[in-house]
């Protein structure tokens, strides 16, 4: 039976799981979404906030504060 690391490798929706946006998993499919060639770059990354607007990183910090605090989505 395959593990979920596995399903989401060949999944064809992005996924990318980050701590404090230096990401730690990501398909293939988020990195074309990204514009990067494979996942590796995406993991090369410092953090993913290059990945969109400055003007959305204030937003992106919140909402990422408001979730590890509250444990909820945002």
């Known amino acids: 039976m395959p593990n979920f690391k596995d399903i989401l490798d060949i999944h064809p929706n992005p996924c990318v799981i980050h701590i404090d946006f230096v990401p730690k998993y990501a ?12 996942a590796e770059d995406v993991l090369n990354l410092e953090s993913i906030q290059v990945l969109f607007e400055v003007d959305h ?3 992106a ?13 945002t």
């Open 57 to 59: 990183w204030p937003e």
């Open 61 to 73: 910090r919140r909402r990422y504060k408001h979730a590890i605090e509250t444990g909820t989505p």
């Open 27 to 38: 398909n293939n499919a988020f990195a074309k979404f990204s514009g990067m060639a494979s």
